[in-house]
């Protein structure tokens, strides 16, 4: 494997600066959180009516720097990272999935499709299981608003109580991000409900939930994620946005993923850049990664940073 290379020069991360060193780590990295997005857009067209960042800025983005497998492969190469999961980019596409498609087909041992699907479309469980045989599809993705009585419905409306029910009985991934950015006991508490009645479904919870680097003695993970760690089938990624959040200050992020892997285990902790969602140079992503777990021991990293993530997106064959 290449070794990583760190200059000073190259670790300013937004506003903060990463004033450590992290060394080749021994093993290939697994990046559990890439958004492949193409400029071609005569054969994939962009939905981003409703970008969160805005309309203008996402075409925009596609059109100077799209998210392409050449691209991703020579930074995966040169990081040192061997493959990864492929996250449908709901801010370009919706649920028009066939760019990722198109890029996992071609790279089958690189790349696995995680995608996202309408729940209250016709058949949208059968389409899941459809693509989960035919396309070695993962599972898919859910992001959602918190209502205005504090609940999360989405979660449980009858189009996605099916999706849950196909994720069970074939072992797929439910990855869910909930809306707005921040940690909320309610949406950990139906999580736990939710994977207590779909105990064979892969539950993965974008940015560690939001969970923000604090203080001891929680640094950030308290009580309420505390509920969830006896639930074997909910997993946690941390991501460069969990790392900004820490303004990138090394004791701060080594506290946060040392909490995460003590209270839920480092086969339920693993690492996601955010490739193409997270505009910040991809080694500078890497390097937070690995400084961020340097104060694991060698097995705990090797899972927080590879194995985890390949074992809950491994293909399922329904």
Known sequence: MKALRLTLAGLLLGAGTLAAQ??????????TQVHFYSDDFAKFPLHDEHAYMGQAVM?????EHPTLPRRV??????????SGVGIQYGAAYGADNRYLLSVAS???????PLVILNPEAPGAADMLVKLARDHDVAGFRKLGHRAPDGGYPWLRTPGMLAL???ADEHGLVVELMAYPRAPDPRFLHDVGELAARY???????????WAMA???????IGAPFETLASARNVYWKFTTENLEHAHFRPRAMQELVQRAVHVFGADHVMWGSDMGNTMLPYPRMVQAALVATEGLDSAQRRAVLSTTG???YAAAKP
């Open 199 to 209: 105990p064979h479904a892969k539950i993965v919870l974008d940015h560690l939930a």
């Open 164 to 166: 849950w029910k196909a």
């Open 73 to 82: 492969f020579a930074d995966w190469k040169a990081e040192g990272v061997g």
């Open 310 to 312: 390949e074992s809950v």
């Open 214 to 220: 604090g203080p001891a003695p929680d640094y950030g």
């Open 106 to 112: 071609r790279f089958p041992a690189k790349i696995r």
């Open 22 to 31: 992290a060394a080749d780590p021994g093993f290939a990295l697994f990046d």
């Open 59 to 63: 075409t925009r983005r596609a059109a």
